[in-house]
């Protein structure tokens, strides 16, 4: 599948389910309850366990069943514990502030293997999170954030000036570790994101400045594929949920509001839909086009909220902790903080890189067409790998604009002062679809026109300001843009001859803007 996607991810999941909990239902959410009074840690890499610590403990459970397989002791009884999974998928590393060392310990058996002193751990004002596997480990200083290895306990890479400012507790997701553990994502000041290369400490990327609080960057998630960034706010924000290109932190798209603020942030496995935990429940939102896939919330519950969330890798589940206020039989309010899991959306399907039919490309069509910056990214390396058919199919999407099409407007211009009231009203109404497309045929017509005629011409555009781009001129004007950014010897032909159509054409306007940016 292209880019994230793994699998169909609906799928009957009924054996999973607690059983207290109703029967599985088609396209509706369940919840499974693995740990009360549990922080969730982490998900091992082959999906077979969940990780959950706790007062004075740590204790691994298997997600088939939900039953609990190890239980370890650790050496203080600090609430707050962070733990990850081991490369090796056989250990469990934790540390807590007050401890200061990475500990490892055996899945098996719940002995400790082995204790390394954490660098810099008694100056950090919180931790922000372990890379996958386990490797590294970010930490948030006051004048940054460090990145320390697991292995040795020592500092790795100093990012000066990175990560969120404020109150720590909402901003333990601060930042991300791509997949490959190649890459570090965070907050760098100044409302920008920036991509770092760990082994080097290159900047590979660093977004525009913005008017924007840290608080924006409390959430810092890399989509599965690590092609793009999502992040957000933590705290009483009713802000957006936004997401970047990772390659050169460029703003793709704004998919949410929330209406409650959010407490954790995580992608689907197909990196279609990002999912939020507010006071509201769950919520999945596909980011190409802001629409909302999927709401839970636990039956009867009542406040919502935890962090950090993790996708199990077969695509079919999402695990978050989160305290969920409910109502008992006897009508008095119960607040519980435990592990939670619960099915994720159907999918996006996206075509292979190694296969691109017409027809294929007419299901991709309603996306692209919208001109979802979001959507063109994910896609145009599958275009760019079938330019032979991707090409035809975007020409007959924008065909040229002629000067018989414009002929024909200016007569029925004309025809707006016809002693027919009947064929002034057509002629009204066959000008009106085509405002948009021919914005600057109208301006120009308008002073010359009859006074009905440039009455009705003024409102025309003046409606047109005000009004979105229709469906199909957005269509023809994202077919050009796709074939600028091809770039083939056929699309560049095809720019030319929509370049050189009838100049009264926003398309031809489009297109010319486009040639000349071609590179030579």
Same mark, same amino acid.
């Given at each position: ?356 039919? $017409?027809?294929?490309?007419? !299901? *991709?069509?309603? /996306?692209? @067409?919208?001109?979802? &910056?979001?959507?063109?990214?994910? #896609? %145009? ?53 085509? $405002?948009?497309?021919?914005? !600057? *045929?109208?301006? /120009?017509? @308008?002073?010359?026109? &009859?006074?009905?005629?440039?009455? #009705? %011409? ?59 940016? *071609?590179?030579?």
């Amino acid at each position: 599948m292209l880019l994230c996607a793994l699998m169909n991810v609906w799928a009957a999941v009924a054996p999973c389910a607690a059983p207290d909990q109703p029967p599985f239902e088609k396209h509706s959410w369940y919840v499974v309850q693995f740990q009360e009074n549990g922080f969730l840690l982490d998900v091992s890499a082959d999906s077979k366990y969940v990780a959950g610590g706790g007062k004075g403990d740590a204790r691994v459970y298997t997600i088939a069943d939900g039953k609990e397989v190890v239980r370890i002791a650790l050496p203080d009884d600090n609430k707050v514990v962070y733990g990850v999974f081991a490369a090796d998928g056989k250990q469990l590393i934790t540390m807590t502030k007050t401890d200061g060392k990475f500990r490892y310990w055996n899945l098996a058996t719940g002995k400790e293997t082995k204790a390394v002193e954490i660098a810099r751990v008694k100056d950090a004002e919180w931790v922000m999170g372990f890379a996958p596997g386990g490797a590294l480990l970010a930490l948030k200083l006051e004048g940054g954030v460090v990145l320390v290895s697991s292995a040795t306990g020592k500092v790795v890479l100093d990012l000066e000036g990175a990560g969120p400012g404020g109150n720590g507790f909402f901003r333990q997701m601060g930042c991300a570790f791509s997949a490959d553990g190649k890459r570090f994502a965070a907050h760098a000041g100044k409302g920008r994101l920036a991509v770092w290369e760990i082994a080097t400490g290159k900047q590979l990327a660093l977004g525009a400045e913005r008017h924007s609080p840290s608080g924006d960057f409390v959430f810092v998630r890399f989509s599965p594929c690590g092609r793009f960034l999502a992040t957000g706010a933590g705290g009483p924000i009713n802000a957006p949920i936004r997401v970047w290109d990772a390659a050169t932190c460029e703003l793709l798209a704004e998919p949410l509001k929330i209406e409650a603020f959010t407490t954790a942030l995580a992608w689907t496995p197909d990196g279609n839909a990002v999912v939020t935990l507010d006071y509201a429940g769950v919520y999945a939102t596909d980011v190409g086009t802001g629409k909302r896939l999927h709401k839970f919330a636990p039956s009867g519950s009542g406040n919502l909220w935890g962090q950090p969330m993790f996708h199990t890798a077969d695509g079919k589940h999402v695990v978050f902790h989160s305290e969920v206020t409910r109502t008992d039989p006897a009508g008095k309010r119960v607040t519980s903080w435990g592990i939670y899991m619960t099915p994720l959306p159907p999918a996006k399907k996206f075509p292979a890189k190694s296969e691109l039919t $017409a027809a294929e490309l007419d !299901a *991709l069509w309603p /996306d692209l @067409a919208t001109g979802s &910056a979001f959507r063109r990214a994910q #896609v %145009l390396p599958v275009l760019a790998a079938h330019a032979n058919v991707a090409v035809p199919y975007l020409v007959k999407q924008a065909p040229v604009a002629t000067a018989a099409e414009v002929k024909y407007l200016r007569e029925l211009i004309d025809e707006l002062t016809s002693d027919s009231a009947e064929k002034a009203k057509t002629a009204r109404t066959r000008l009106t679809i085509r $405002a948009h497309r021919y914005e !600057a *045929l109208f301006r /120009d017509a @308008a002073p010359a026109a &009859a006074p009905a005629a440039r009455k #009705v %011409l003024d409102a025309l555009l003046e409606t047109a300001k005000k009004e979105p781009i229709p469906a199909d001129l957005r269509s023809d004007l994202q077919a050009v843009d796709l074939l600028a950014r091809l770039n083939t010897p056929d699309a560049v032909k095809h720019l030319k001859a929509l370049a050189a159509g009838a100049p009264e054409s926003r398309v031809t306007a489009e297109a010319k803007v486009a040639v000349a940016k *071609l590179k030579p």
